[in-house]
């Protein structure tokens, strides 16, 4: 199967809506309008489990509780006000508002008093191609704010394992649920460069064994923007995870550190892989100009052998097709037949010759 060159991982213009824009100004800079704000809200303690959904969300600020973790998840960048709301409420940083809904800004994470703010990309497959989308969290003491694009993600094995109760997540704090959160996007990786590197060997064996198409270029090219982007997500997270492992904050209990330590392991592998395909598919374009030239020598080569054979042939015709009023052998009764022979047999050695020199 082919890999579709994936619509969100494509350069984008460079946007000029925050230009000369006061620091804190929210503005939307994505390309997915989805119209409206969707709000999914889990609240949840060891003994308990609640979940709803709404447009509004206003919502969700009935759900404050020591003694719960709350999980709200906003659908839905382009309806500023509503998040704009939701940012006054919980009393976020103006700068931090600004970068939850700039789909520009590279992965990264920020210390605040109350508060800890990352950026992440989720990559994920969604109708045959990859998804880049922009994803912000909010980690409080007993909340837990996530902000994406649209619909769809990675994070339905988190939910799932929330509902059944399953594992350790609903002893936790949300810092746990922080972690989980990234496990999910981190582990989704995994299948993108998975995907990658089955489409790297797919190019390599139609390389080797099977005539490359005239779109072989065009793929290859797919193939280098796609890893280009992907390694643009990933390489920031690296550095994200890796601040939190050593953040000295309330906000992480000593617990999780353990676990984030693993998801710090899980990037720097990603990182590697994403650096071998990285050049494995910088090979590929040399490999097809390597075929085609082999190729092209390989035509060249017979070429040369039928001109070496004809060549004597080509003098022998030569001579004989002269128009001097006496030459002998024009006499002679059996020289049409003896320069047949003669050029048979010229013709016949010579491919013994090559033969024998293994050009053949």
């Given at each position: 199967m082919a890999l579709k060159r994936p619509k969100s991982l494509l350069r984008r213009p460079k946007n000029t809506k925050t230009v000369n824009q006061i620091p804190g100004t929210m503005t939307y800079v994505g390309t997915k309008d989805s119209g409206e704000t969707k709000l999914d809200v889990i609240d949840y303690n060891l003994q308990q489990y609640e979940r709803f959904t709404s447009t509004s969300t206003e919502d969700a600020f009935k759900f404050v509780d020591e003694e719960r973790i709350t999980w709200f998840n906003i659908d839905g960048l382009s309806n500023v006000k509503?998040?704009?709301?939701?940012?006054?409420?919980?009393?976020?940083?103006?700068?931090v508002m600004e970068d939850i809904v700039n789909t520009g800004q590279r992965p990264k994470v920020e210390e605040y008093e109350d508060y800890l703010f990352i950026v992440a990309k989720m990559l994920y497959y969604k109708n045959g191609s990859i998804e880049n989308e922009h994803i912000s969290m909010i980690v409080g003491k007993n909340y837990l704010l996530t902000f994406q694009e649209s619909d769809g993600d990675v994070f339905d094995p988190v939910r799932e394992r929330l509902e059944t109760g399953k594992g350790r997540i609903r002893g936790r704090s949300a810092d746990y649920l922080m972690f989980a959160l990234l496990d999910s996007i981190i582990d989704n990786y995994f299948l993108v460069i998975d995907?990658?590197?089955?489409?790297?060997?797919?190019?390599?064996?139609?390389?080797f064994i099977n005539k490359p198409n005239d779109n072989v270029t065009q793929e290859i090219q797919d193939l280098k923007q796609t890893i280009l982007r992907i390694r643009r997500s990933v390489f920031p997270l690296r550095e994200?995870?890796?601040?939190?492992e050593k953040m000295d904050t309330r906000l992480i209990e000593d617990s999780t550190i353990n676990?984030?330590?693993?998801?710090?392991d899980h990037i720097i592998q990603i990182s590697e892989h994403i650096d071998i395909y990285r050049e494995m598919i910088w090979g590929l374009m040399d490999l097809y100009m390597t075929t085609i030239s082999n190729k092209m020598n390989e035509v060249m080569k017979v070429l040369?052998?039928?001109?070496?054979?004809?060549?004597p042939?080509?003098?022998?015709?030569?001579?004989?097709?002269m128009n001097f009023e006496y030459i002998?052998?024009?006499?002679?009764?059996?020289?049409?037949?003896?320069?047949?022979?003669v050029m048979i047999i010229i013709f016949l050695l010579m491919l013994y010759y090559f033969k024998r020199k293994?050009?053949?």
């Open positions: 509503e998040i704009e709301k939701l940012g006054e409420y919980y009393e976020l940083h103006p700068l995907d990658i590197s089955d489409r790297i060997e797919e190019m390599e064996a139609s390389l994200v995870v890796s601040r939190l676990y984030i330590r693993d998801l710090h040369t052998i039928m001109a070496s054979i004809f060549i042939l080509t003098f022998i015709a030569g001579i004989y097709g002998p052998e024009l006499q002679w009764k059996y020289s049409y037949f003896v320069l047949w022979g293994k050009w053949l």
